[in-house]
């Protein structure tokens, strides 16, 4: 059963982390803080869909061949971009040999490059297979309980105590961005939210007003934090975890009584995870091939390197997916198996 609010979730995440990106791009973090601080609910959002998703379909147990299956379609794209990635880093410094394997070691292994997202995917999937052996052990109010305390600790941790890191080749992303203390508590939430669907909406419906209190009170926090400095601009803070939960139970609200799933939103959530993926790259090819972009109204130049930077990763995952094994180069088309997404 393809569960319709998931495309539009998939779909508004995405486009929001490209518009993230290409704004950043385009002017100084002080002019880009407080809108793009809005937008931070996108990675952790797309990251509890695929828990979310993976509860939903196999509450009880993962069937053979599922991980195999994921890491045609998701770790083999993950470490043939980040083997790229370091062969156009090293290319830009003489190619360097060393580099180049220093850059391909980080990004594969640490995740050091944008398909971070891919490792921490990765470890949902291992405690999923581990978590639904135990979860009845164990109240869901004690569990979610604590694992937002441990979240929630995580964060704050890294945010305000200055603690050393190894050099990586890549500063844009850090180390401690992959362990899944850091996100436990959108597994856990995104696992009872799968498994129990049906119950999980009936809930948002019950206690609506709260979910659009939520909303306004965590994007007021956030908006704040930014605006005084508290944080830096990252999802990776203590306060976006509340936004992004209130985001993603009004995005289940809202589009639950949405009939039919529009064409385009469908489109951005099918190719998605390449989107995720090679975004990035296309940004910069903008900004590099496209030396008076600048000189445009800000507004303009932003839609134009987004709109290439979504088109061209779907464009380049079509092409891939044309032939029997391109999808392990750059990701799978997330094709829903029925015609129509029900709820």
Known sequence: MQIKE??????????????????????SPQQSSIFTALLMFSTPSFIFISEFLLAHAYPNGTPKGFMWKRIKAIFFPFVF????????????????????????SANV??????????????????LHMVFHKFN???????????????????????????????????????????????????????????????????????????????????????LSNSYLGFFTLSSKRPDVVLYTVSFIFLCFLMFSKVKKVPAFVQMISQ???????????????????????????????????TVLAVVGPIIISWAANHHKHGYMFVGKINRPRQKSAVS
């Not at 998931?6 to 002017?27: G, K, Q, T």
């Not at 292994?109 to 999937?125: A, D, E, H, K, P």
Request: with cysteine; hydrophobic share 55%; glycine share 6%.
């Open 6 to 27: 998931v495309f539009f979730i998939r779909c508004i995440s995405c486009l929001s982390v490209v518009l993230i990106h290409a704004i950043a791009i385009l002017s």
């Open 81 to 104: 971009i980040g083997i790229i990635d370091a062969l156009m880093y090293s290319a830009s410094i003489n190619w360097g040999l060393i580099d180049f394997f220093k850059r391909a």
């Open 109 to 126: 292994f640490l995740g050091n490059y944008i398909g971070y997202f891919v490792l921490i995917i990765f470890q949902f999937y291992l």
């Open 136 to 222: 009845h052990l164990i109240s869901p109010k004690w569990v979610l309980s604590i694992s937002f305390m441990i979240t929630i600790g995580y964060l704050s941790l890294w945010n305000f105590v200055k603690i050393p890191q190894p050099q990586l080749p890549n500063p844009m992303f850090g180390l401690e961005w992959i362990p899944f203390p850091g996100w436990l508590f959108y597994f856990c939430l995104a696992y009872y939210c799968g498994k129990h669907y049906q119950q999980f909406i009936a809930l948002l419906y019950r206690f609506q007003l709260a979910v659009y209190g939520l909303i306004i009170i965590s994007a007021m926090n956030v």
């Open 271 to 305: 190719y998605s995870f390449t989107i995720y993926l090679l975004h990035g790259y296309f940004l910069g090819i903008a900004v590099l091939l496209w030396t008076q972009l600048k000189e445009y109204p800000f507004s303009i130049s932003t839609i134009l390197i």
